[in-house]
């Protein structure tokens, strides 16, 4: 028996920043004799990010407090939950907290996200991974795909990946490549937007998308130190993970040191078959040294991507609605939501733009799908001020 429960949304990990970074192609990189061992490089570029910053252990990701863990426990053997099976006891707990649980793009320990009643996918799992530890209770990540493609953090556009996470009691079999479990609940936000699953992860590799996703989080607040230490924590557990090498690579990039910020992206380069990411970052740095003819290696290489991201459209939307060419900037949000109907920003776009048309009524229509597509407590306020605004207009 499967339980499902459904909360809210959300995952940041692959870091891409179109803004600011960017990638190269394995047609533009230095001599191979040239490259040199991850240590050594790591070792090289500490230097310039001063001492290292300790993340949080992982006995203190999944701890909670005295008075966190009585609470649940006191819920989970209380009587009136006796007939329940462990997983599903678990799932119900979690199902209390009702409304008052949101998504934020935030990563956070189990402490921190019971105590705010928030945080994104890793954050979910991981306070669920601490209820689960506390009753012996087996835990697995999912990794799964979802509609949302890219996400915004500050400047950091991301590529996003999400994990899920499934509790159960007896021990898994798998046979013939299939795994059977005999029942299980599956902890998630909307689960219902995942299509298809990408496979399982172990401990160490969600570890290494914690301090992954804190990297990322660093590099959205321009804290260019902070994300190198996390991504490089982050190797720890992932040996070698082209994205947090990616993140060190911006990190470097964004502090001035362009020399080593362009020996990762030819490190990482060499580790992954999906170099978008990487190419995207690189080719920033060339721009910014003004290597016109490596950029155009690397932008034939993107094309054979085809990669959609709507925030390049969206910034040429807001350039159009500054400038007040209204039906521009409707047309460029429009064709946003045409492939990526799931970009708040772009339906809020529509709704000011019609707005400034006079077409109140489409205004209208627009900022209450804004409203619905994002998971932001604070952009929900600022949407539902404007609609209420809106609405008195009528």
Known sequence: MCKTLSLKLGLIVVLINLVACATTNSNVVVEETQLVGLDSLLASSSKAFGPSILPESESEIFSLTESQEKHFLEFYHSPENAELEGHERLNEYLLSFGDNFSYSDYTKTAEITQQTASGNCISLAVLTTAYAQLVDLKVKYQLAIRVPVYQQFGSIIFNAEHVRTMVFENNFEIVDGVMTIPGYSLIDYYPSRYSKIDGYISKEQFLGRYYRNLAA???????????????????????????????????????????????????????????????????????????????????????????????????????AFAENDFTKALDLYQTIISFAPYVHQAYFGIAKSEYKRGNLVAANEALQRALQETYDGEVKTVYQAKLSALKKLD
């Not at 155009?296 to 990669?307: H, S, T, V």
């Open 217 to 319: 989080e660093a590099l959205g607040n321009n804290d260019n130190r902070e994300a190198f230490w996390m991504a490089k924590y982050s190797l720890e557990s992932e040996a070698e993970n082209a994205d947090a090498i990616n993140s060190i690579a911006v990190a470097n990039r964004r502090s001035g040191q362009l020399e080593m910020a362009e020996r990762f992206f030819e490190y990482g380069l060499k580790l992954t078959d999906n170099k978008l990411v990487l190419l995207k970052n690189y080719k920033l740095l060339l721009t910014q040294q003004g290597r016109i003819s490596e950029v155009e290696e690397i932008n034939k290489q993107l094309k054979a991507y085809n990669d959609k991201n709507p925030f390049e459209i969206l910034t040429k939307a807001e350039q």
